[in-house]
């Protein structure tokens, strides 16, 4: 017996459906892959690997290494990562966040050109005065997490990517427990991102570096997906918490 009209689009709408939500699945599993390759080889201990020695990564271990090299192509693509050959069968693969050449120097950026700065005492505690006049209000810690800090490619970028910085940092630091990327995009994108910067140029340009960089200079416990503020007592600067 046939099945009728009414029970034949039925099953056709049930087989399309179960088949989207197939494809939903894989298509999270392979962002999830791909954001997991993006974070091992951000923080694998050497900043130029091959595709091999990234699959022997702890977060890495349930992936083949084909798998591996097909997401570093993928990220290849999108420019976050760039490759080499360095030998004849060997490539070499390294983060931009990491390797990237020395930008070229602003001629405002040269010791003899640079705008004097000046501080002042403000209820007193040592605020800076920069060239244009703007107080920029201190605070030791977030200072020292930060020191060493130069991103962008010219002054003006690399002010306004340290403010963001900093307020990742500060927003840290008021909250207690681990926080990932999401808790950062909730709270602090809509109002520190730069006018047509998207969520993933400002987390992975501006403030997972940031991060980083806090990390490696002790203020922060960091991992592939968690950041936590440790703050820095043992180094002797005072919290303002």
Same mark, same amino acid.
């Given at each position: 017996m046939r099945p009728s009209w009414n029970r034949r689009r039925f099953y056709? +709408?049930?087989?399309?459906? #179960? %088949? #989207?939500?197939?494809? +939903?699945?894989? /298509? /999270?599993?392979?962002?999830? $892959?791909?954001?997991?390759?993006?974070?091992a080889i951000l923080h694998y201990p050497d900043p130029v690997v091959t595709a091999p020695e990234l699959a022997t990564h702890d977060d890495l271990e349930d992936l083949? %290494?084909?798998?591996?090299?097909?997401e570093l192509r993928?990220?290849?693509?999108? +420019?976050?990562?760039? /490759?080499? #050959?360095?030998?004849?069968?060997?490539?070499?693969?390294?983060?931009?966040?990491?390797?990237?050449?020395?930008?070229?120097? *602003?001629p405002a950026d040269h010791p003899d050109q640079c705008e004097l700065e000046e501080t002042v005492d403000v209820g007193g505690r040592r605020d800076r005065v920069d060239g244009a006049g703007h107080l920029e209000e201190s605070d030791d810690e977030l200072?020292?997490?930060?020191?060493?800090? $130069?991103?962008? $490619?010219? %002054?003006?970028e690399r002010r306004e990517r340290r403010e963001i910085g900093r307020a990742a940092l500060e927003w840290l630091r008021s909250e207690s427990g681990a926080r990932t990327r999401s808790d950062f995009v909730n709270a602090l994108f809509e109002s520190t991102s730069?006018? +047509?910067?998207?969520? #993933?140029?400002?987390?992975? %340009?501006?403030?997972?570096?940031?991060? *980083?960089?806090a990390s490696e200079s002790g203020f922060v416990n960091g991992s592939t997906r968690t950041y936590e503020w440790i703050g820095s007592?043992? $180094?002797?600067?005072? @919290? @303002?918490?």
């Open positions: 056709v +709408g049930f087989t399309w459906e #179960k %088949r #989207k939500t197939v494809e +939903g699945n894989r /298509s /999270s599993m392979k962002n999830d $892959r791909l954001d997991r390759v993006e974070a083949e %290494r084909r798998q591996v090299l097909d993928l990220l290849e693509r999108a +420019g976050d990562v760039e /490759s080499k #050959k360095v030998g004849a069968n060997a490539v070499a693969w390294w983060h931009v966040d990491r390797v990237t050449p020395a930008p070229p120097r *602003d200072s020292a997490a930060l020191e060493g800090w $130069r991103p962008g $490619r010219n %002054r003006e730069l006018d +047509g910067q998207q969520e #993933k140029t400002w987390w992975v %340009r501006v403030v997972r570096p940031a991060l *980083d960089h007592e043992e $180094r002797g600067v005072n @919290s @303002s918490n």
